[in-house]
């Protein structure tokens, strides 16, 4: 390949590549312009930008919704759920990747038949069980779901990494008079912050966007999250669609912070072994 058809090659997948992320930041620049925007204005010009920017449809938001209540309990629910699920998981991975008992393979499918069946198939024992432990529409009935349902997946990731980390570190570690937890947290710990970082988007994401469980645990209106509560904004006859556009850009603003944080982390741990 000469390199005349190398910069044309490269100038196509440039080419491509923006219109990729032309596709994927349309919808969210047209969410974003459409909350500034009246009713009128969406239904006569969906497509174009609001004749001015004001903030008047977002102090409305605040007004005619709990939207401050939906915003905490929210975050109180994600990021619990993921660290929990980030402490757990990675304690459980390191048990299954460095440990070789005839019990450890066993362990490790039990979390892998996490991956297989929906927790969603579940949902009467557990609406039961939550019921029997006296936590429906409660927080906690969340949190411990959104912790159960993403650990397997994190321990599947995690345990990956794990195995792939020299085991002379650990031999060193243990020369230098360290124990199994500070293997665990000085040494090996930091060296798996791209697996850490993929587990966190991951599992916030689902328990931020999750409608479902919320629906079904959580009947007081205080306690609900912003994919519920953002219903109240759908009328019978009619909807506020700037009220609603300004929802959810609100609820899109801790997704995109996450994202932005751990994305180098992200993007690492997607990346890992593809170069050696």
Known sequence: MDLKTSVSTRAIQYMLAYLFVLVSLYPIVLMVASSFKTNMEIFANPLSLPQSFSLDVYRKLWEVVPFGDFLLNSVIVSVTSV???????????????????????????FFLVGLMIPIKLGIVPLFLLMKNLGLLN?????????????????????????????????????????????VFWRVLLPLIRPAL?????????????????????????????IPVGMMVLFGEYETDWSLLF???????????????????????????GAVK
């Open 197 to 225: 970082g993929t587990v966190v988007i991951i599992n916030f994401i689902s328990a931020w966007n999750d409608f479902f469980f919320p629906l079904i645990f959580i009947q007081e209106d205080a306690l609900k999250t």
């Open 246 to 272: 300004a929802g959810l850009t609100l609820s899109a603003l801790p997704m995109i912070v996450v994202f932005l944080l751990a994305s180098r982390q992200f993007m690492e741990g997607l990346t890992a």
């Open 83 to 109: 660290v929990l699920i980030a402490v757990f998981s990675a304690m459980a991975a390191f048990y299954v990747a460095r440990f070789s008992y005839r019990w450890t393979g066993v362990l490790y499918f």
């Open 138 to 182: 409660s927080l906690w009935s969340l949190i411990l779901i959104y912790t159960a349902s993403g650990i397997p997946i994190s321990v599947f990731i995690l345990t990956g990494f794990f195995r792939t980390l020299p085991v002379e570190l650990e031999e060193a570690a243990r020369i230098d008079g360290c124990n199994h937890f500070q």
